[in-house]
Antibody
Framework: QVQLVQSGADVKKPGASVKVSCKAS????????IHWVRQAPGQRLEWMGW????????KYSQKFQDRVTITRDTSASTAYMELSSLRSEDTAMYYC???????????????WGQGTLVTVSS | DIQMTQSPSTLSASVGDRVTITCRAS??????LAWYQQKPGKAPKFLMY???SLESGVPSRFSGSGSGIEFTLTISSLQPDDCATYYC?????????FGQGTKVVIK
């Protein structure tokens, strides 16, 4: 069965960077895109960007364009999201989610990781 | 950005009731809308795509409708397991955006 397993919770100081991993299993990793979505406490879900796991192409939300980098390691079936210049407002649960479409994607999410809590605090 | 607005924010209903959640887009999104269910402390669960296409394995008491700017998610007979927050998401254009959520509680 499809599973996305994320790395554990992390605490960072303002100005630092965080890198969250998302290991996929149960399907051919390169056939589907992976998106990253975050949820600050009590807030709505917020899309950050996605990567075509096959060719490595990425697309980012303009809000995060300057600070986020999404990569993947096909040999490890793992996607990564790195967010830099962290501030307290970045404290949130970060989710990876699979796009059910092949190629260029369908832009919704059929399987989600369990979430990674990133806390930004001095 | 396309703003997604859900109503109500909280809905209280009895087991067996028919429940309807509305999602409105700030501009037309055709039928490019998905719905998710999120329980406390859990990741969202995918329910529906293209406004009315039910994901495999989702109970048939869930249904969706709408196109353009107004959409609804209906639970035909509310069950205790349906207590959750429901989110709509547009995928008509970037950035992909979500509604603020509708919390469904049992009366």
């Amino acid at each position: 069965q499809v599973q996305l397993v994320q790395s554990g919770a992390d605490v960072k100081k303002p100005g630092a960077s965080v890198k969250v991993s998302c290991k996929a299993s149960g399907y051919t990793f390169t056939r589907n895109a992976i998106h990253w979505v975050r949820q600050a406490p009590g807030q709505r879900l917020e899309w950050m960007g996605w990567i075509n796991a096959g060719n490595g192409n990425t697309k980012y939300s303009q809000k995060f364009q300057d600070r986020v980098t999404i990569t993947r390691d096909t040999s490890a079936s793992t996607a990564y999201m790195e967010l830099s210049s962290l501030r307290s407002e970045d404290t949130a649960m970060y989710y990876c989610a699979r796009d059910p479409g092949g190629g260029n994607g369908d832009y919704y999410f059929d399987y989600w990781g369990q979430g990674t809590l990133v806390t930004v605090s001095s | 950005d396309i703003q997604m607005t859900q109503s109500p924010s909280t809905l209280s209903a009895s087991v067996g009731d028919r429940v309807t959640i509305t999602c409105r887009a700030s501009q037309s999104i055709s039928s490019w809308l998905a719905w998710y269910q999120q329980k406390p402390g859990k990741a969202p669960k995918f329910l529906m795509y293209k406004a009315s296409s039910l994901e495999s394995g989702v109970p048939s008491r869930f249904s969706g409708s709408g196109s353009g700017i107004e959409f609804t998610l209906t639970i035909s007979s509310l069950q205790p397991d349906d207590c959750a927050t429901y989110y709509c998401q547009q995928y008509y254009t970037y950035p992909l955006t979500f509604g603020q959520g509708t919390k469904v509680v049992i009366k």
